[in-house]
Protein backbone atom coordinates (compact mmCIF):
# COMPACT_ATOMS: atom_id res chain seq x y z
CA UNK A 1 0.00 0.00 0.00
CA UNK A 2 1.06 3.10 -1.05
CA UNK A 3 -0.01 6.55 0.87
CA UNK A 4 0.63 9.78 -0.30
CA UNK A 5 0.13 13.15 1.81
CA UNK A 6 0.34 16.45 -0.12
CA UNK A 7 1.04 19.58 1.57
CA UNK A 8 2.65 23.44 0.48
CA UNK A 9 -0.79 25.09 -0.83
CA UNK A 10 -1.72 28.28 -0.07
CA UNK A 11 -2.91 31.92 -1.45
CA UNK A 12 -0.03 33.89 -4.04
CA UNK A 13 -0.10 36.47 -6.06
CA UNK A 14 0.65 36.08 -9.71
CA UNK A 15 4.02 36.07 -10.41
CA UNK A 16 4.61 34.49 -7.02
CA UNK A 17 6.16 30.78 -6.14
CA UNK A 18 5.20 27.81 -3.84
CA UNK A 19 6.69 24.70 -3.30
CA UNK A 20 4.45 21.85 -3.21
CA UNK A 21 5.70 18.45 -1.01
CA UNK A 22 4.41 15.17 -1.37
CA UNK A 23 5.45 11.63 1.05
CA UNK A 24 4.91 8.85 -0.12
CA UNK A 25 4.54 6.07 2.94
CA UNK A 26 4.96 2.39 1.76
CA UNK A 27 6.60 2.82 -1.40
CA UNK A 28 7.45 -0.62 -3.21
CA UNK A 29 9.98 -1.17 -6.22
CA UNK A 30 6.65 -1.45 -8.36
CA UNK A 31 6.05 2.08 -8.22
CA UNK A 32 9.11 4.12 -9.61
CA UNK A 33 7.01 7.07 -10.76
CA UNK A 34 5.53 10.26 -9.00
CA UNK A 35 3.59 12.45 -11.08
CA UNK A 36 1.84 15.71 -10.37
CA UNK A 37 -1.90 16.87 -11.59
CA UNK A 38 -4.26 19.60 -11.02
CA UNK A 39 -7.95 20.04 -10.92
CA UNK A 40 -9.78 23.45 -11.07
CA UNK A 41 -13.60 23.58 -11.11
CA UNK A 42 -15.49 22.61 -13.84
CA UNK A 43 -12.55 21.12 -15.68
CA UNK A 44 -11.17 18.15 -15.88
CA UNK A 45 -7.71 16.87 -13.94
CA UNK A 46 -4.71 17.54 -15.88
CA UNK A 47 -1.04 16.32 -15.91
CA UNK A 48 1.55 18.44 -14.48
CA UNK A 49 4.83 16.86 -14.06
CA UNK A 50 5.93 13.22 -13.44
CA UNK A 51 9.26 11.62 -12.59
CA UNK A 52 10.82 8.29 -11.78
CA UNK A 53 12.25 7.49 -8.32
CA UNK A 54 15.39 5.52 -9.84
CA UNK A 55 16.54 7.64 -12.36
CA UNK A 56 15.21 11.19 -11.98
CA UNK A 57 13.99 11.14 -14.97
CA UNK A 58 11.28 14.37 -15.75
CA UNK A 59 8.06 15.13 -18.15
CA UNK A 60 5.86 18.16 -18.04
CA UNK A 61 3.26 19.43 -19.67
CA UNK A 62 3.61 22.39 -22.30
CA UNK A 63 1.76 25.21 -19.73
CA UNK A 64 4.02 24.83 -16.87
CA UNK A 65 7.10 23.76 -18.86
CA UNK A 66 10.13 26.45 -17.92
CA UNK A 67 8.20 28.05 -14.85
CA UNK A 68 7.40 24.98 -12.31
CA UNK A 69 10.41 21.89 -11.50
CA UNK A 70 9.73 18.12 -10.02
CA UNK A 71 12.72 16.91 -7.93
CA UNK A 72 12.66 14.65 -5.16
CA UNK A 73 14.78 13.41 -2.18
CA UNK A 74 14.89 9.73 -1.65
CA UNK A 75 16.16 9.64 1.66
CA UNK A 76 13.20 11.20 2.71
CA UNK A 77 10.44 9.26 0.60
CA UNK A 78 9.14 13.24 -0.89
CA UNK A 79 8.73 14.67 -3.72
CA UNK A 80 8.40 18.34 -4.46
CA UNK A 81 6.90 20.98 -7.21
CA UNK A 82 8.64 24.29 -7.43
CA UNK A 83 6.11 26.30 -8.89
CA UNK A 84 7.69 30.16 -10.28
CA UNK A 85 5.81 32.75 -11.97
CA UNK A 86 2.75 31.85 -11.24
CA UNK A 87 -0.08 32.78 -13.09
CA UNK A 88 -4.11 32.69 -11.79
CA UNK A 89 -4.57 29.70 -14.83
CA UNK A 90 -2.69 27.78 -12.09
CA UNK A 91 -5.35 27.96 -9.89
CA UNK A 92 -6.23 24.39 -9.02
CA UNK A 93 -6.52 21.50 -6.42
CA UNK A 94 -2.90 19.65 -7.11
CA UNK A 95 -2.81 16.07 -5.97
CA UNK A 96 0.00 13.90 -6.19
CA UNK A 97 0.02 10.34 -7.67
CA UNK A 98 2.11 7.23 -8.07
CA UNK A 99 2.24 5.33 -10.73
CA UNK A 100 4.46 1.85 -12.06
CA UNK A 101 7.19 2.52 -14.71
CA UNK A 102 6.89 3.38 -17.41
CA UNK A 103 6.11 7.42 -16.55
CA UNK A 104 2.66 8.57 -18.04
CA UNK A 105 0.48 11.33 -18.38
CA UNK A 106 -2.64 9.88 -18.54
CA UNK A 107 -4.87 9.75 -15.16
CA UNK A 108 -6.27 6.49 -15.54
CA UNK A 109 -2.48 5.09 -15.56
CA UNK A 110 -1.92 6.28 -11.80
CA UNK A 111 -2.79 3.63 -9.16
CA UNK A 112 -2.32 6.05 -5.91
CA UNK A 113 -3.39 9.74 -5.74
CA UNK A 114 -3.24 11.94 -2.01
CA UNK A 115 -6.31 14.11 -0.90
CA UNK A 116 -4.96 17.26 -3.07
CA UNK A 117 -3.70 21.02 -1.80
CA UNK A 118 -5.42 23.78 -2.94
CA UNK A 119 -3.17 26.39 -4.81
CA UNK A 120 -4.83 29.90 -5.89
CA UNK A 121 -3.32 32.99 -7.64
CA UNK A 122 -4.37 35.92 -7.53
CA UNK A 123 -4.28 38.58 -10.14
Known amino acids: QVQLVESGGGLVQAGGSLRLSCVAS????????MGWFRQAPEKEREFVAA????????VYSDSVKGRFTISRDNAKNTVYLQMNSLKPEDTAVYYC????????????????WGQGTQVTVSS
Open 97 to 112: AADRWPITTEVSDYDY
Open 26 to 33: KRTFRTDI
Open 51 to 58: LSWSGGTT
